[in-house]
């Protein structure tokens, strides 16, 4: 018995319309097909397996922070995706570097999760990790 991935991501929005043109505009991620639930929503995909579901409706407040709540997303070039948040306007922290090497850049999406960029460990562009 083991678990075998991870599936998807939940969050709740405030304001559906505004999270879909973030996640789909600012973060670049594909919309996929959503079945027909009787709440609304909307889903995106992670990477090649994973999921971000969008669940609208949020009424509480919420608490992130980037050492505590957040998630993720493994990046090829964090030095194109600095300068594509850059290019588009959206605000981010100023890279960091964890002690293994990995790069970091977080924002905040339009309901306050904190979001993190990352790359493995020594490795910032696309080019040093040829």
């Known amino acids: ?3 075998v991935e991870l599936n998807h991501v939940a969050i709740h929005v405030a304001d559906l319309e505004r999270s879909r043109a973030f996640f789909r505009d600012v973060l670049q991620l594909a919309e ?7 709440f609304p929503g909307a889903w995106f995909r992670l990477g090649t397996q994973q999921e971000l ?9 919420t608490h992130s922070h980037n050492r505590g709540d957040h998630w993720a997303l493994m990046v ?10 850059t ?12 002690p ?10 339009p309901d306050g999760h904190y979001i993190e960029l990352c790359t493995p460990p020594g490795v910032i562009s ?5």
């Open 1 to 3: 018995m083991k678990i």
């Open 32 to 38: 996929i097909e959503r079945p027909a639930f009787d």
């Open 53 to 61: 579901h969008l669940i609208a409706g949020r009424q509480l407040a």
């Open 76 to 85: 090829d070039d964090l030095d194109a995706w600095e300068a594509h948040l």
């Open 87 to 98: 290019s588009v306007g959206y605000p981010h922290f100023p890279r960091k570097r964890r």
């Open 100 to 109: 293994d090497g990995a790069g970091q850049v977080f924002l905040i999406d």
């Open 126 to 130: 696309s080019e040093q990790a040829k």
